[in-house]
C-alpha cells in the first residue's frame, strides 16, 4: 500500500510556523529572521516526518528537473570504459542529480526513441558519449538544450571531453628515451583507417603524433613499424613474431593499444626472451590486466573517471567549445628498461 507523502504543510505545522517561512528554511534562503531554534524545528520536523520536496512542483518554478540524461552508444555494457559512467555519477550525485543512463547499440531506431523519452522528462541537459573516441554525428533533438560530448568530438562546437593522446604519445616515447633507447625502437599498431578517419579513431593519429613529435626533439628515427588490422592481441602477436624475424632486432617497443602489447609479450615468451631484459614494452590504456601481467606493463592509463566527472561539471556549469584533454597518466611498472647491447 502506499503510503502518505509528508508536504510542506506538514512540516510547517509540526514545526509551528507557516508555510512560507518553512519552504525559505528547507530552501536555504538568508535573510528570513528566524531564530536559529526556528530553523532547527523545521529541520527536526522535515526528518521526523520524512519529507521530500516535490520535484515535479519545483520544475515547474525552476524550470529545472535535476536530472541528466546520460546517452551513449556501448560504454554501459564494456568493461573498458565504466569508469566514464562511473565518473559522471559521482559528480552528479554531488551535484544532486540524478543520471539517466541509456545505451543505443549504434541502434538509430532506438536512440531516437531514448532520446525522446529522455527529453519528455524534461532533463537539463544531455552526456553524449562514445566509447571508442572519435568524431561523431549529434542527433538534432538534442541540440536544443545543453549538451557535452564526451570521449568524442563532432562537426557542431559543441562542449566535448577527451582523453590527452598526443601528450600520452610523447609521454609513452620519452620514457623510452630516458632509458636510453634510441636506435632500435620499434612500433606496432599502424592503421591507416584509424588514422585517417576521425569517425573511427581519433586517439591512433594523436598517438602517432604525441611519439613522433618526441622522437623528433631528440632526434631519434624509428627502427621499423608494423601494421595492423586490429588492435587486438593476435595481432600485436603477429607483429612481434615479424619483428624478431629481422636481421636487427628492436631493444624497444611502443604498442598502440594494451591488448597488441598482451600478444607481443605472448611472442617475445615462445621465443625466449623476456620483458625488460631482452626487449622493452611501452604502451596504452592501462588495461585492467596489464598490472597483471609478468612483469607489469608500463603504459599510459585513459582517465574515464575523470572525464566522466568533467563533462557533468561541463554541462552544469557551461564548457568552452574546444576540447578539453584529460591528462593520460603514466602507470610505471617493470616492463621498461635499459638497452643491452
Not at 523545521?42 to 515535479?56: D, I
Not at 620514457?175 to 578517419?197: M, Q, S, V, Y
Not at 602489447?261 to 585492467?288: H, R, W
Not at 596489464?290 to 564548457?319: I, K, S
Amino acid at each position: 500500500m502506499a503510503r502518505n507523502r509528508a508536504t510542506l504543510a506538514d512540516v510547517a505545522r509540526r514545526a509551528g510556523l507557516s508555510k512560507t517561512a518553512a519552504s525559505m528554511v528547507l530552501n536555504g534562503r538568508e535573510g528570513t529572521r528566524l531564530s536559529a531554534e526556528a530553523h532547527q524545528r523545521v529541520f527536526a520536523a522535515a526528518e521526523e516526518l520524512g519529507y521530500r520536496p516535490n520535484l515535479a512542483a519545483r520544475s515547474l518554478r525552476t524550470r529545472k528537473t535535476a536530472t541528466i540524461a546520460f546517452v551513449s552508444d556501448i560504454v554501459a555494457t564494456t568493461r573498458f570504459a565504466g569508469g566514464l559512467i562511473r565518473g559522471a555519477l559521482d559528480a552528479a550525485r554531488e551535484r544532486d542529480h540524478v543520471l539517466l543512463i541509456t545505451e543505443t547499440q549504434g541502434d538509430a531506431t532506438f536512440e531516437q526513441y531514448a532520446i525522446e523519452a529522455m527529453l519528455d522528462r524534461q532533463v537539463d541537459g544531455v552526456i553524449y558519449a562514445a566509447m571508442a573516441t572519435r568524431r561523431l554525428t549529434v542527433p538534432p533533438a538534442i541540440l536544443g538544450g545543453p549538451v557535452v560530448l564526451l570521449n568524442a568530438t563532432s562537426p557542431e562546437r559543441l562542449p566535448s571531453v577527451l582523453p590527452d593522446d598526443e601528450r600520452a604519445g610523447r609521454t609513452v616515447a620519452t620514457t623510452l628515451l630516458d632509458h636510453g633507447h634510441r636506435d632500435r625502437i620499434a612500433l606496432i599498431g599502424r592503421n591507416r583507417l584509424k588514422e585517417d578517419d576521425a569517425e573511427v579513431s581519433l586517439a591512433a593519429p594523436a598517438r602517432l603524433r604525441g611519439i613522433q613529435q618526441a622522437l623528433d626533439d631528440a632526434g631519434v628515427e624509428l627502427l621499423t613499424e608494423c601494421f595492423c588490422a586490429e588492435w587486438l592481441p593476435e595481432h600485436g602477436y603477429a607483429a612481434m613474431r615479424t619483428l624478431l624475424g629481422r636481421a636487427v632486432r628492436p631493444t624497444a617497443i611502443v604498442c598502440m593499444n594494451d591488448r597488441l602489447a598482451f600478444g607481443a609479450y605472448q611472442a617475445l615468451a615462445e621465443a625466449g626472451l623476456t620483458v625488460p631484459d631482452d626487449i622493452s614494452v611501452v604502451s596504452f590504456d592501462d588495461d585492467p590486466i596489464a598490472a597483471w601481467l609478468r612483469p607489469g606493463l608500463t603504459t599510459t592509463a585513459l582517465p574515464h573517471e575523470q572525464m566522466g566527472r568533467r563533462a557533468v561539471e561541463f554541462l552544469l556549469d557551461g564548457g568552452d567549445a574546444e576540447p578539453a584533454p584529460v591528462p593520460m597518466p603514466l602507470r610505471r611498472r617493470r616492463s621498461v628498461a635499459a638497452p643491452v647491447e
